[in-house]
């Protein structure tokens, strides 16, 4: 174990290397991979063949390595806005093209295992940034009915491979926390059960060990940020069938990191994390790992929210009472989902004490009321750029209203709201599923706004770098 974590910190060094330049964040598309895969083919320890047409007509691609007798199955990004592992193989391929580097580690690997990999197995959601095929069927529910062409490729791949080994690569939501810790559960493992019964069958129990042997290893890395994912049996998804029909499958889902949005510390993460497991089945090192490691990995629970306002204080006539406030972010893609602006919505408000924020902010002694909605309208972008943004936050306002005026669209880098259709927009409300925009003030005098779950100081406007929405669009 101790030679296999100098490895992996070998690898975290030397990841700058390896990574793949031209994917720079998640909503890469099959058209920005497929060069990478042709390149492949210029160097003869990769074989490069076509299994098949998504339900549009994208190529899927099955990439094998190595010729030992131990194979292992690797595939990503079944659900389309799930790219964190699939970046990561492709820093993989570079890691393996590179003949000088790692001579050993590449031998051994190369000459004890056959690997196989699919990356993005539903490139047509990925050309969406959405989880499921065009269909809008979840690949991971049609291993039975293998009604999309994406799911068939891959049970008809997997049934000729027979692999001793399936490393199924996910991503999950940023609301996970590792057991009931502050941490987001930035990693989550499961040897899926192979039965309601959730048996602990000789394939489910290689997973696990192999699983208890990379949580040793990324413990260097990320500790605390380790969760395990549910073992209920889900007799429609490939883990858990592909355990029942014999290959010791695990399961990784990317979840959420502080300060990382776009997941490339955890692609570095994923990149050790599936060279070491190569590693250890190479050697066969993970079958001495003690199954209570598996068993102690703490369970994926969701006590994890983007940002959490503490200790706030909400006047209601004449009385007062304090609140924590809870805000989360959707992604809403655009520009065909290449790129994403960010709503907030409240999640929940009072005592979150048992909640942990991506960001968090104490302010005790503070008061927040909802942002208003400056009645007069203006009527054009012009009149509003000239906005003196605080002293509309003085007047108790984070919403203008827009007539006549052309937006830009349904979201602003202005910070505050645009309103088209006063008449769409209620009066706001400081409660869950409400839109988050807070004024905040001390002492009478207003210190913070929130915009669009966005905190402002503001004393120190200029470096605003949210963005906000247009409402009634
Ligand atoms: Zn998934």
Do not use: C
């Not at 941490?183 to 499961?190: G, K, Q």
Request: aromatic share 12%; glycine share 8%.
């Amino acid at each position: 174990m101790a030679q296999e974590k100098q490895t992996a910190w070998e690898l975290y060094h030397s990841y700058e290397n390896f990574k793949e330049k031209i994917l720079t964040d998640r909503r890469f598309k099959h058209s920005d991979i497929v060069p990478l895969i042709e390149r492949l083919k210029n160097n003869k320890i990769f074989k490069v063949d076509k299994v098949g047409k998504s339900v549009e007509g994208r190529d899927i691609y099955l990439i094998s390595l190595g010729s030992g007798k131990t194979k292992v199955f690797l595939w990503s990004q079944m659900h389309g806005d799930e790219s964190t592992a699939t970046a990561a193989l492709f820093d993989m391929f570079n890691f393996f093209s590179d003949d000088s580097a790692f001579p050993e580690l590449k031998k051994l690997i190369l000459s004890n295992l056959s690997i196989l990999i699919i990356p993005m197995v539903n490139p047509d959601g990925a050309e969406l940034f959405q989880r499921r095929n065009i269909f809008e069927i979840d690949l991971n529910r049609d291993v039975l009915g293998q009604q999309t062409p994406e799911a068939k490729i891959l049970k008809e791949v997997f049934d000729s491979l027979k692999a001793d080994f399936g490393f199924n690569l996910h991503d999950q939501g940023r609301d996970y926390s590792a057991g009931n810790s502050i941490n987001p559960a930035s990693i989550s493992f499961l040897a899926p059960s192979p039965d309601y019964d959730k048996s602990l069958t000789p394939p489910r129990e290689k997973a696990m060990k192999l699983i208890g042997n990379m949580v040793a290893v990324l413990n260097e890395f990320i500790p605390g940020h380790i969760a395990k994912y549910s073992d209920d049996y889900e007799p429609r998804a490939f883990g858990d069938n592909f355990t029942k029909w014999g290959t010791a499958t695990v399961l990784l889902e990317s979840g959420g990191w502080r300060g990382d949005r776009e997941k490339q510390f955890l692609r570095k993460i994923n990149y050790i994390a599936m060279l070491s497991a190569l590693n250890s089945i190479a050697s066969g090192g993970y079958a001495n790992t003690d199954l209570n490691v598996y068993d102690s990995i703490p369970r994926n629970e969701k006590f994890m929210m983007d940002l959490i306002l503490r200790n706030l204080k909400i006047t209601r006539g004449n009385t007062d009472y304090v609140v924590d406030i809870g805000i989360n972010f959707e992604e809403i893609n655009i520009n065909g989902a290449k790129d994403f602006y960010l709503k907030a919505e409240i999640e929940d408000v009072g005592d979150l004490s048992v909640f942990a924020g991506y960001e968090e902010f104490d302010l005790s002694g503070y008061t927040v009321e909802p942002g208003k909605t400056k009645p007069e309208p203006y009527h054009s972008l012009d009149e509003l750029e000239k906005i003196n943004p605080v002293q509309l936050y003085r007047d108790g306002y984070t919403n203008v209203v827009l007539k006549n005026g052309d937006s830009k669209g349904e979201f602003t880098y202005l910070p505050f709201n645009i309103i088209l259709n006063q008449q769409s927009f209620g009066e706001s409300k400081i409660k869950p599923e409400e839109a988050a925009n807070f004024i905040i003030k001390k002492d009478g005098e207003v210190r913070f706004t929130l915009v669009n779950g966005f905190l402002i100081d503001i004393s120190m406007i200029e470096i605003w770098h949210g963005n906000s929405i247009v409402y009634g669009k």
